[in-house]
């Protein structure tokens, strides 16, 4: 029960349970802060009664009773606003978006977004670092390979030259099958590459080019251009522009691409050195395909793209996770929060058209049960400046 001093306005909170051996009696109670005794005359059953039967109470007779002014003329009240007699619904709804949709937007919407928006330039910058890495250690190992290809031919060229100066009475139609120095012309490189002798062409004798050491011995010795060009048809100028890069006894190297015995088409490399003998156009040729040198680099490139992969899907699920997580929380929370504060303003626009026993029955220990208990205070106050206008009257 709230009780309200009659000269200073201090309000003070009793216990109804310690007042109820005084129900339908009077009880006097003095201020502590100005010493002025208010008497609250029958308080339980004036409560129950109807809030508006004052207006119907009779007029006391006494010589205490307060007589009206005849001069001044009673005031109508004036309307009430236009949003109290329309109703709540159009105007407490929180306009076009309401509370739980702005905290909707401001708790989820927007930090979903930029959440989102981070991840897709991390996983962006990700891609791009995996995808430089590959590429520079494909580049790598691809120059490490080009290099190890020139300096075989550079070693087979200068170890067939020892060999031929050591042996002058070796022509060029045994070079095969001499198995010394077939076994230093002909050597494998890597898996897949091997080197072999060849001979650039003489406009003299009208010699073409020609192979004089190979793995394979069904190509000794004959003009082979032709019979490759119809083998490699479009890929032939490659091949060529390589090959004729070492006449004049010079060094070459460069890519092409070759026809497999199955028919599939594949990228090698080829390096060039000259062998130094007076009179003879020998050149020393090594070559390998480019894949045998790239195949770990693709091995990295796969791995680098599944973790790339797999950490999208990790940051994806995190995001997913966390609307969910989010959007529950605000579901739930905005909920509670509003409806609190729908049931308080239910509860003031009660009070305001005089339903001053509309119960405010709202448990929270924050602002908005701070909130509830001053609309209850003010409920109280209200009731009993009703009870003491009725006894005055």
Known sequence: MTVICEECGKVYHIDPDKLEQYRGTSVRVRCGSCGHVTEVSKLFEAAEEPADDFLAAEEPTGPSSMEPDTDETET??????????????????????????KM????????????????????????????????????????????????????????TEIYLKAHPDLVREDFFYDPDFSGIAVQSVGASGYTCLIQ???????????????????????????MIRKALGPYFDHFFEVLSGAQGMKESQGFYHWKDPDGKIREKYMAVAPIHLEGK????????????????????????????????????????????????????????????????????DRISVGDLEAEIDVHSKDEIGNLADAISRMQDSLRFSIDRLRRKR
């Open 281 to 348: 156009p020998f050149l020393l040729m090594s070559t390998a395909y480019i894949d045998e040198f790239t195949s770990k680099t693709e091995t990295l490139k796969t791995g680098a793209q599944k973790l790339a992969k797999g950490t999208r899907n990790i940051n994806f699920g995190i995001l997913i996770g966390s609307i969910l997580l989010i959007g529950l929380i605000i579901i739930v929370y905005g909920y509670r929060l509003t409806r609190n504060i729908q049931y308080l303003t239910e509860a003031a």
């Open 200 to 226: 650039q062409p003489e406009a003299e004798t009208g010699q073409n080019w020609t192979i004089w050491a190979h793995p394979n011995p069904n190509i000794i010795g004959i003009d082979d251009i032709d």
């Open 76 to 101: 109508e009240p004036s309307p009430r606003a236009e949003r109290i007699t329309t109703g709540t619904g159009d105007i407490r709804s929180g306009g076009w978006l309401g509370l739980r949709g």
């Open 104 to 159: 909707m937007l401001l708790f989820l919407v927007i930090p979903i977004l930029l959440m989102a928006m981070s991840g897709y330039f991390s996983q962006k910058q990700l891609n791009k670092l995996a995808t430089e890495i590959t590429d520079e250690s494909t580049e790598l190992v691809l120059q490490e390979g080009k290099e190890k290809l020139m300096q075989k031919a550079r070693d087979v060229a200068l170890q």
